[in-house]
């Protein structure tokens, strides 16, 4: 099974003729859908999903088939035979892959803006993405898709999470907003130079892939 990055908080899932696509946003290539028969779509912001964007790639490939939680859902009238609405403990089969969805709502941003749905997605048992929010599924995690920037979160509440988590492996996602340096800096509290955690952490740039 291969993993593949494709900017800020999109990923590839892919075996084979088999490929999932999960959190296809605004920061990443239209095209990253191509050939891909399932997309996952952990909540509705503009950098996790595009509505108009999905819509035409389900209504130009009839095969093609998305999850997300109920609020995403809702948002593809008339598509709904293709469009299901999951949500905590459920389980599903998307591009072949077995997948399990933990968590319910996105991280609070501020106290005085309202939360969304949101929904992690472990597949096939190895990768889990939790979207936009710190949940700990309760099962083991080989490789944790960690979201090392955002609105919502600071440096200490992430290496908390990957202590919670204690993955075999974290990879970054969510990064997107960062430079260079912000990148070197994040990346070396969550290493080296931190406080240290138990699992080992690196970044895949935009289209680099790894063997899992």
């Known amino acids: 099974m291969e993993l593949t990055k494709h900017g800020h908080a999109c990923v590839v899932i892919s075996d084979g003729d088999r490929r999932l696509v999960v959190d296809p946003g605004g920061f990443t290539d239209p095209a990253v859908r191509d050939g891909a028969s399932a997309v996952l779509v952990t909540h509705e912001h503009a950098d996790h999903v595009v509505p108009d964007r999905l819509r035409a790639a389900l209504e130009a490939d009839p095969a093609l088939e998305v ?9 593809f009238e008339g598509l709904a035979s293709r ?5 905590d ?3 599903l089969t998307a591009a072949g892959f077995e997948v399990q969805v933990h968590g319910e709502w996105h991280a609070e ?18 990768v889990f993405h939790p979207g936009d929010a710190l949940t700990v599924p309760g099962t083991p995690v080989p490789t944790l898709l960690l ?5 919502w979160s600071k440096v200490a509440e992430v290496i ?27 990346g ?12 080992p952490f690196s970044r895949l740039a935009p289209g680099e892939s790894v063997e899992l």
């Open 89 to 91: 403990g459920d389980t």
């Open 109 to 126: 941003i501020h106290p005085d803006l309202p939360r969304v749905r949101n929904v992690g997605f472990l597949v096939e048992g190895q």
């Open 160 to 186: 908390d999470y990957v202590r919670a988590v204690d993955a075999d492996q974290a990879f970054a996602v969510h990064d997107g907003l960062l430079n260079d340096t912000g990148l070197g800096v994040v």
């Open 147 to 151: 979201p090392v920037h955002a609105p």
């Open 188 to 199: 070396g509290l969550l290493g080296e130079r931190g406080p240290g955690t138990p699992t």
């Open 83 to 87: 469009v299901h609405a999951v949500g």
């Open 67 to 75: 999850w997300t939680n109920p609020s995403v859902a809702h948002l």
